[in-house]
């Protein structure tokens, strides 16, 4: 199968937030920036995927900045074919003109699946994948962790609150993919020389004039200091009586 | 006069509580812009639709089909967008649940306008503003829309139901046929259903500290005293004690629980930001200086074999007293 997975260049989930001096964006410095660790899901599936078949080609395609080359790099690290970089420097948070670019590339690519995470941890917006497929016309099933495709049929599990819903539909198609899926395989070194030598194709875009503008940009309210109530079992009791009496939660 | 639509989830035919959150942010906005809320339901026949005035709609549009029962993501999305242009909306709200996340964006790709997910606030000052979270709640951001109609979905808990009274009127509206190009066929429930972390208004969440999976009903125990939900951190999650459905973090689900209970969870940068918004925090950590405590309300430096079992007698005593 021909499968194209669409990545994101991300903060670690792990680094800490800077606002820089314009107070509209982060502060980049000396802060790790990795694939989107829901597209690390999507890049496994997709490789599984064409194992399982003998053949196939997955290509990956990120929309960002020259940095993002890193990022596509480790996708191909990973075992994908080939990259396509669509350049712009800056990514709006209205996801509508960065589908609109991802889709006029997907669309005669001859792709039989398109794959995205259900999210990126950045933004949290879980807007990408869906807008991509109604824009061109595709079904798509959101958040999967579960997959079968055979012949030009596929069948996929999405987790919803309380239960699980399952998807039936037709290829080509677009899906997001949730943790549980698969579990993401590392780079090998390798894979990782290897991926310096594969085709990474870099198109300037531009993207459309975008429908939401930040007005700021700021840290989240600090939490009250909090107490410690006592050590042991022996705080329990009054642990209780603060949440019932002083917090009101019982 | 610019009216804003709220779309509400109905599961097995009773609209979700979430539906009044959606009510109360869709009023917020039409208060500002001097004009009405409007309820959307898309199920199958016999919805509930009862008491939805209470919260603030004007009135209550149903599109019922008994091949809507289940949500096909197409069906309702085509059907949405539909009442969007019939209705002239300035804006469609959803909340942010499984459902919402899938239809928000698929409505505002056919709509062709702004899409602004997971907020936690909206406001109109002339415009309509939206508060998020950035980065899983480690920075905020405040944005305006520049065009109308747009979609906004709303994250669960964030806006608190406000009781407003309204007709509520009842209206049927068409549905438009067509085949869904992708089908929902089955929907699989558990053999017992679990509350889920991203709807529950209390969570026990548990960690490493907890040493096994088999140490887990010490947290489900505790949970079920408190009528919350089961949560747990990613590295129990890795660890596959527990299902990726109920991690907190980054990586999991985002939640604004009225009470957070964190068993035996050191406190990763990555699991603050996905819990630090809730109301109340109470942490349980034999180390005191376990980053969990910075953003606890009420800690208890200890043993969580001895504490919890403790803790959970006395919190089934105040609830029976």
């Known amino acids: ?250 | 006069m610019p009216n804003v639509l709220a779309i509400l989830e109905q599961r097995g035919g009773n609209i979700k509580r979430v539906s009044h959150e959606v009510l109360t942010a869709a009023r917020v906005l039409a208060d500002g812009m001097g004009g009405g809320v409007d309820g959307l339901v898309v199920g199958g026949p016999g919805v509930a639709t009862e008491g939805l005035g209470a919260f603030g709609a004007d009135k209550v549009l149903v599109a019922s089909d008994a091949s809507l029962t289940n949500y096909q993501a197409d069906r309702y999305a085509a059907i949405a967008a539909d009442q969007v242009r019939a209705g002239s909306y300035a804006a469609a709200l959803v909340s942010a649940t499984a459902l919402g996340k899938d239809l928000a964006p698929r409505l505002a790709a056919r709509l062709a306008c702004p899409f602004a997910s997971d907020v936690t606030a909206v406001k109109y000052n002339g415009g309509i503003t939206v508060t998020r979270p950035l980065y899983a709640g480690k920075a905020n951001t405040t944005l305006k829309i520049l065009a109308s109609p747009c979609v906004i979905s709303v994250r669960s808990n964030a806006v608190t139901p406000v009781a407003n009274a309204k007709p509520g009127t009842v209206e049927s509206v068409a549905v438009s046929a067509g085949e869904p190009r992708a089908r929902t066929v089955e929907i699989k429930q558990p053999e017992r259903v679990a509350l889920d972390v991203a709807e529950a208004s209390i969570i026990v969440s548990g960690g490493r500290g907890l040493k096994g999976p088999e140490h887990f009903a010490l947290i489900e125990d505790l949970a079920n005293a408190l009528g919350g939900a089961v949560g747990a951190s990613r590295a129990v999650v890795d660890a596959g004690w527990r299902p990726h459905a109920e991690q907190v973090g980054q990586t999991g689900k985002t939640v604004s629980p009225n009470l957070y209970v964190a068993i035996g969870i050191s406190g990763a940068i990555q699991h603050l930001a996905g819990m630090r918004t809730a109301k109340t925090i109470v942490a349980v950590n034999k180390d005191p200086d376990a980053p969990i405590f910075k953003v606890a309300d009420y800690g208890i430096v200890g043993d969580l074999f001895e504490v919890v079992p403790k803790l959970t007698e006395e919190i089934k005593k105040a609830r029976d007293g």
Do not use: W
């Open chain 1, 1 to 250: 199968m021909k499968i194209a997975v669409c990545v994101k260049r991300v903060p670690d989930s792990e680094a800490r937030i800077k606002i820089d001096a314009s107070g509209k964006a982060i502060d980049e410095g000396g802060v790790k920036f990795v694939l989107n660790p829901y597209e690390e899901f999507a890049v496994e599936e997709a490789l599984k995927l064409n194992e399982a078949a003998g053949s196939g080609e997955v290509v990956v395609i990120s929309v960002g900045n020259d940095a993002s080359q890193e990022t596509i790099r480790t996708a191909l690290a990973m075992g994908a074919d080939r990259g396509v970089l669509l350049k712009t420097e800056h990514v709006p948070l209205d996801p509508l003109p960065v589908a609109k670019v991802l889709a006029a590339e997907l669309a005669d690519g001859g792709y039989d699946l398109v794959l995205f995470g259900k999210l990126a941890i950045d933004d949290y917006s879980h807007g990408i994948g869906p807008m991509v497929a109604e824009l061109l016309e595709l079904p798509c099933v959101s958040a999967i962790s579960k997959l079968e495709v055979s012949g030009d049929k596929g069948k996929a599990e999405r987790e919803i609150e309380g239960g699980v819903e399952v998807v039936e539909f037709p290829l080509p198609a677009v899906l997001t993919a949730d943790k549980g899926l698969n579990e993401p395989r590392y780079p090998a070194l390798r894979g990782i020389m290897l991926a310096k030598k594969k085709p990474l194709e870099v198109k300037d875009v531009t993207l459309e004039a975008a429908g939401l503008e930040m007005l700021s940009l700021s840290y989240p309210p600090e939490r009250k200091a909090g107490r410690i109530v006592g050590e042991g079992a022996a705080a329990v009791p009054a642990l209780v009586e603060a949440l019932k009496n002083e917090a009101k939660v019982l």
